[in-house]
């Protein structure tokens, strides 16, 4: 079964920058909207960055001119560059895709597992 695998959490001091990715775990058929959530400790989870197929992006404003979104089609990848972190960007980090699993399935939203990010000095 098609998983979401996310990578590139972990820990880093303030300022500094880290680059998460996520992909499928096997093939797909087509690949819409994908975008990065992340959720803190009693906290609602909130929306990051989004990227559609067609390449429109939106931000949450606290991260705007410090986060960036991409994806490579080809490789059905999204990434999402963090530089100037804070603090209080630190959260667990969940990839979310809307994708066919093949030609014969319907549009499914998936959720990847979630990576840790800690901004602490």
């Known amino acids: 079964q098609v998983q979401l695998v996310e990578s590139g959490g972990g820990l880093v001091q303030p300022g500094g920058s880290l680059r998460l990715s996520c992909a499928p775990s096997g093939s797909i058929f087509d690949m819409d909207d994908m975008a990065w959530y992340r959720q803190a400790p009693e906290k609602e989870r909130e929306l990051v960055a989004r990227i559609s197929k067609g390449g429109r992006i939106n931000y949450l404003d606290s991260v705007k001119g410090r986060f960036i979104v991409s994806r490579d089609n080809a490789k059905n990848t999204a990434y999402l560059q963090m530089n100037s972190l804070r603090p209080e960007d630190t959260a667990v980090y969940y990839c979310?895709?809307?994708?066919?699993?093949?030609?014969?399935?319907?549009?499914?939203?998936?959720w990847g597992q979630g990576t840790q990010v800690t901004v602490s000095s």
């Open positions: 979310y895709a809307v994708f066919m699993r093949s030609r014969w399935s319907n549009t499914e939203v998936f």
